[in-house]
């Protein structure tokens, strides 16, 4: 079964302060007797469910065309997060996650920020004691249910260790209906040169076969 964990691109989703929604210009029109529709899209690249790239913190890092598929498909633990506190190293080490996980999902309180109209900075995130726990236990892959992996207090802390050892960062999830679990990760950027890129992720069950 497949579970489609990424959010629809449309005007007036919630964006990080600053970021640019999307915005769609017609080109072409049916409604004004144009032959088809075409549209120009506009938007932050950190809009919605994408990947962040090294580039987005590090002056020369790898851009988003050249992340490594391996660590974005594959076995991935979604793991609950109580509470409003960051996510930090001694809450992952509690977890007892088998040694050979690569890829975490954080399932967290910001289901209930995601339902509000506007940005919340009291999001959940992955602080810097965290982010160390993941690049110490090869953790290739993290993503969470919210606009930041980085506390909003943060200056960048955590985005930095994680993309610095490479570790690939997905924000914006739509995690709801996902019950904590193992499943597996298929999470495919546009090909961008940029420093991050949009992408459609989906689980597939692997208690459920399709
Ligand atoms: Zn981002």
Redesign the pocket.
């Known amino acids: 079964m497949i579970r489609d964990v990424s959010v629809t691109v449309r005007p007036g989703i919630v964006t990080?302060p600053g970021e640019p929604g999307p915005t769609f210009t017609p080109i072409h029109a049916m409604a004004s007797g144009d032959l088809d529709n075409v549209n120009a899209l506009s938007m932050g690249?950190?809009t919605g469910t994408?990947?962040?790239a090294p580039r987005?913190f590090i002056a020369d890092g790898a851009t988003a065309d050249s992340l490594d598929l391996e660590a974005m498909v594959g076995p991935c633990r979604v793991v609950e997060v109580p509470g409003d506190d960051a996510i930090g190293a001694p809450f992952l080490e509690n977890l007892g996650l088998p040694p050979d996980t690569r890829r975490i999902l954080f399932k967290t309180t910001n289901i209930l920020r995601a339902q509000k109209p506007v940005f919340d900075p009291t999001f959940v995130a992955l602080g810097i004691d965290g982010a160390r726990w993941v690049t110490a236990h090869g953790i290739r892959l993290v993503g969470i249910d919210y606009?930041?992996?980085e506390p909003f207090h943060q200056q960048g802390e955590t985005h930095q260790e994680l993309l610095a050892h490479g570790v690939v960062?997905i924000?914006?999830l739509d995690l709801v209906r996902i019950d904590p679990g193992e499943y597996e990760l298929l999470c495919l950027p546009v090909k961008l040169e940029a420093e991050?890129s949009p992408a459609r992720v989906i689980l597939r069950d692997l208690r459920r076969p399709s």
């Open positions: 990080y690249i950190h994408h990947v962040d987005h606009c930041s992996m960062i924000e914006g991050g």
